[in-house]
């Protein structure tokens, strides 16, 4: 259950924060989801179990990526960051000291 992971009492917490948290610990499932499959996949001795493994990595990073989209359209904050680093060419920390002029 994903109270488990809460860091202060729910009932001080607002349903922004929440849905928040749902969709993080969602996301951090998904992704770990892919992970396995992924490791399964390298480890299945047998073709058609390998693909079938690999479809269903898949449809996990599908889910993984309409989460992140929901967060994405609910986190002002998490979309700033997104539309800087994602989609880019330039190296990941040049991109960074380009939008962020204080990191060295």
């Known amino acids: ?28 499932e998904e992704l770990q989801a892919v992970d396995w499959y992924r490791q399964r996949a390298d480890d299945a001795e047998d073709d058609s179990l390998r693909d079938i493994l690999l479809h269903n990595m898949r449809e996990e990073m599908e889910h993984a990526s309409m989460v992140l989209e929901w967060i994405r359209r609910n986190n002002d904050d998490f979309a700033g960051f997104l539309r800087t680093y994602l989609f880019t060419k330039a190296p990941i920390t040049e991109v960074e000291k380009a939008a962020v002029p204080r990191h060295k």
């Open 1 to 28: 259950m994903s109270s488990e992971t809460l860091h202060a009492p729910r009932e001080r917490l607002t349903a922004t924060t929440m849905s928040l948290h749902h969709a993080i610990v969602s996301l951090m």
